[in-house]
C-alpha cells in the first residue's frame, strides 16, 4: 500500500516522464537497499543469540587445577565437590541436550552449574564467570537457569538442624567447643550471632513498612540469625526478619527457641552461647561482668 502511494505520488506530479522514470527507479532501489539492511540486522540478531559456547574448555582447566588451588577457588576439595555433585543431581531438571547443542554448541552440565555456583557463593563476578564457562547472563540469574535451581538442589540436598534427640552427635559437639576452649566450655554445642545480609531498598508492593528493613549500619538488609559448630560450619540459620529486628527478638522467633527453652529438648548439660545481643537463661550463655568470661566467650564465638 505505501509503495503504491509513494509511485502515485511521483507520477502524479507535472514533471517530464524521464524525471518521473528515475524518480520510481531510485525510490525502488533505496526500497531494496532498506531491506538488505533489514535482512543483515537480522541475521547478526541471529548469530548473536546462538553463540557457539565451547563450555568444556573450562571443565578440563579445572579438572588440571591442583588441589590447593582448587579448594581456594571453590571452598571445598575435590572429594567433597563430587560428593555434593552426587547430592545434588538427582534435584536438577534434566535438560535437552540436543537443543542446547543447536542453539549454543554445547549444553550446561550440572557440573559446570556446580562450579559456577560455588566460585559466585566464593566472591566471583558474574561478569567473569560468564566470560570464563560460557554462560549468558540471563543464563546465569534465570529463574532456570544455573544459580537458583542449584542453589535451591543443595538446600533440598543437605539438611540443616542441631540434633536434639542424637546424644552422640550432641556430645560431639560439646567435644568441639571444649577442645577449642581448653575445657571451660564443656557442654557448648552451638555458637549463635546475627548479621545483616545488605539489600537494595524494598518496593512498597513487597513490604509493608520499608523503614522495618533499614539497617542500622546504614542501607537496607535482612537479618540473618545463625549457629555454627566449633568448625565454624552452620547448623541452624534463620533469616525471616527485616533488618531492623534485634538479635534477640530474632531468635524468640526461631522454631529452635521453642524447642529448647519453652519445650525442653535440649538436655540440661548442654548449652549456647552468643553475644551480649542475648540474655542469659540456664542454656544459652551471653557475655557479663568479668573479663575472662569475655574473653573465652568471644573466642570460642
Known amino acids: ?176 567447643f571444649s577442645e577449642h576452649s581448653g575445657g571451660i566450655l564443656d557442654g557448648c554445642v552451638l555458637a549463635m550471632d546475627g548479621f545483616a545480609v545488605l539489600t537494595r531498598q524494598p518496593y512498597d508492593e513487597e513490604v509493608l513498612y520499608k523503614k522495618d528493613y533499614r539497617y542500622r549500619k546504614g542501607g537496607f538488609g535482612i537479618v540473618v540469625l545463625a549457629g555454627c559448630d566449633a568448625k565454624c560450619r552452620f547448623i541452624v540459620a534463620s533469616c525471616n526478619h527485616s533488618g531492623s529486628t534485634n538479635d534477640i527478638i530474632a531468635w524468640q522467633h526461631m522454631d529452635l527457641y521453642e524447642a529448647v527453652e519453652i519445650d525442653g529438648m535440649l538436655p540440661s548439660k548442654y548449652f549456647f552461647i552468643g553475644d551480649e545481643a542475648f540474655t542469659n537463661t540456664n542454656q544459652f550463655l551471653s557475655p557479663w561482668p568479668g573479663e575472662c568470661c569475655t574473653y573465652k566467650l568471644s573466642l570460642s564465638k
Open 1 to 176: 500500500m505505501v509503495m503504491e502511494a509513494v509511485v502515485a505520488a511521483i507520477l502524479s506530479r507535472k514533471k517530464p516522464w524521464s524525471w518521473k522514470c528515475r524518480m520510481v527507479v531510485s525510490y525502488f532501489k533505496s526500497l531494496q537497499r532498506r531491506r538488505e539492511r533489514r535482512r543483515q540486522r537480522r541475521i547478526s540478531v541471529r548469530a548473536q543469540r546462538n553463540i557457539c559456547r565451547n563450555r568444556g574448555f573450562a571443565i578440563e582447566q579445572m579438572d588440571r587445577l591442583d588441589p590447593s588451588t582448587f579448594k581456594r577457588m571453590f571452598r571445598v576439595d575435590r572429594y567433597t565437590f563430587d560428593e555434593i555433585l552426587e547430592k545434588i543431581s538427582p534435584f536438577l531438571d534434566e535438560k535437552n541436550d540436543q537443543k542446547a547443542i543447536n542453539s549454543s554448541g554445547s549444553p550446561v552440565t550440572n557440573k559446570t552449574r556446580l562450579a559456577v555456583t560455588l566460585r559466585w557463593l566464593a566472591g566471583g563476578s558474574y561478569v567473569d564467570l560468564c566470560f570464563a564457562w560460557g554462560v549468558g547472563v540471563s543464563t546465569f540469574y534465570g529463574e532456570r537457569g544455573v544459580i537458583w535451581p542449584t542453589i535451591e538442589a543443595i538446600d533440598l540436598a543437605f539438611e540443616m538442624g542441631l540434633p536434639l534427640h542424637d546424644v552422640e552427635k550432641l556430645e560431639e559437639l560439646s567435644m568441639g
